[in-house]
């Protein structure tokens, strides 16, 4: 069984969010991901929009543009398709 579930460390205890179904005395593996701070930092869309055009605007305007055949998939995955064949 794999589970994504959140929960609160209070007083050096994690209290889970929502409860979990799984018999007492099971033994579980966790990963903790602070997602505080991340909810925080969260864009609006319009920043979103200017970080994008910042990006955009960063780019040298030399850059040669790739063809369909560089981006087409029978191009990226030329050696996977010739195993399989």
Do not use: C
């Not at 069984?1 to 609160?8: D, G, K, L, V």
């Not at 994008?52 to 981006?71: A, C, R, Y």
């Amino acid at each position: 069984m794999s589970e994504h579930i959140q929960a609160i460390y209070e007083n050096g205890i994690l209290r889970l969010l929502t409860p979990l179904d799984l018999p007492e005395n099971s033994v579980v593996e966790i990963n903790v991901r602070d997602i505080t701070s991340s909810k925080e930092k969260e864009l609006s869309n319009a920043e979103k929009i200017k970080a994008f055009d910042e990006w955009m605007n960063s780019l040298d305007p030399k850059t040669p543009v790739l063809t369909d055949e560089q981006i087409s998939r029978e191009s990226i995955y030329e050696e996977q398709i010739l195993r399989q064949i």
